[in-house]
């Protein structure tokens, strides 16, 4: 199973920027998206970024030239570029990962698996 570790959040004045990392870990698994969520008080969670494993990206219309989502295949790792961030921004951040992993009991391969990590608290002051 693939555990998902976050970093980089934090309190930051608007205008500001932060850059957000998630680390996937695991054995035997593929990652074919990661992306970031988030949520803020009384509302739902929503997506802010994704990226495929071919490097297609797809961004909230929020976050739009203000936000970039890259990743390192080699670390197994996503990133969230923060800029510009204003106060509407503040929000749980959650890295999402869809991968797919071979179960060695089963002898076959699993595809759709999603995994979430814990979140990391952005709050962007006015």
């Known amino acids: 199973q693939v555990q998902l570790v976050e970093s980089g959040g934090g309190l930051v004045q608007a205008g500001g920027s932060l850059r957000l990392s998630c680390a996937a870990s695991?054995?035997?698994?593929?990652?074919?998206?990661m992306g970031w969520y988030r949520q803020a008080p009384g509302n739902q969670r929503e997506l802010v970024a994704r990226?495929?494993?071919?490097?297609?990206?797809d961004y909230a219309d929020s976050v739009k030239g203000r936000f970039t989502i890259s990743r390192d295949n080699a670390k197994n790792t996503v990133y969230l570029q923060m800029n510009t961030l204003k106060p509407e921004d503040t929000a749980v951040y959650y890295c999402?990962?869809?991968?797919?992993?071979?179960?060695?009991?089963?002898?076959?391969?699993?595809?759709?698996?999603?995994?979430w990590g814990k979140g990391t608290l952005v709050t962007v002051s006015s």
């Open positions: 990226i495929t494993k071919a490097d297609s990206t």
């Open positions: 999402n990962a869809v991968y797919n992993e071979y179960d060695r009991l089963d002898r076959r391969r699993y595809y759709g698996i999603e995994a």
């Open positions: 695991g054995s035997d698994f593929s990652i074919d998206a």
